[in-house]
């Protein structure tokens, strides 16, 4: 079966290689969840504006620390995700560390949502699976890292020893 992953058509990969190779995870921290984070911290300059109900009965201070969590999370995500620099393992850690804030402040959120409306089953469903998912990218993450390096090491001593030991 042929693998279903889409391939860089550059080295390096270009931003739209990228956007193409991880865009479940750059829709997750770049396009859903910073906003969601930037809408949370401008609620006080907005009288009137309250962007969930949930967020509305929760006390200002939640509300902030889940929206910190979220927009460094989905900022550091986003950088890691599409970290151009030479070391890669700066991507790795900047990547990982955001998921790990991302699915904090989701699974903030959706803990919230749950003691506050048990019953209101969406409030605190999709936030749940977005803090699932966010784990899982960190994880994954890690994974990558960990399979990568010993790899690295093979082909550095390869190239230095002038072939495959």
């Given at each position: ?71 460094a999370g989905g900022v550091l995500a986003t950088l890691g995700l599409f970290w151009r620099g030479h070391v890669v393992s700066t991507g790795w850690t ?72």
């Amino acid at each position: 079966m042929p693998a279903h992953l889409y391939r860089p058509r550059h080295d390096p990969p270009t931003i739209r290689d990228r956007v193409l190779i991880h865009s479940s995870d750059a829709g997750l921290a770049g396009l859903l969840t910073t906003p969601v984070a930037v809408l949370v911290l401008i609620t006080p300059l907005l009288p009137g504006y309250e962007p969930s109900n949930t967020l509305e009965r929760l006390p200002a201070i939640l509300s902030l620390a889940m929206a910190v969590m979220l927009g460094a999370g989905g900022v550091l995500a986003t950088l890691g995700l599409f970290w151009r620099g030479h070391v890669v393992s700066t991507g790795w850690t900047l990547e990982q560390i955001g998921w790990w804030f991302v699915a904090g402040g989701w699974g903030g959120f959706a803990y919230m949502a749950f003691v506050k409306s048990p019953f209101t089953t969406i409030s605190w469903y999709i936030p749940a699976v977005l803090s699932l998912l966010a784990l899982t990218r960190a994880v994954v993450v890690f994974l990558i890292e960990r399979d990568t390096r010993p790899r690295a090491e093979e082909i550095k001593h390869e190239r230095e020893c002038g072939g495959p030991t």
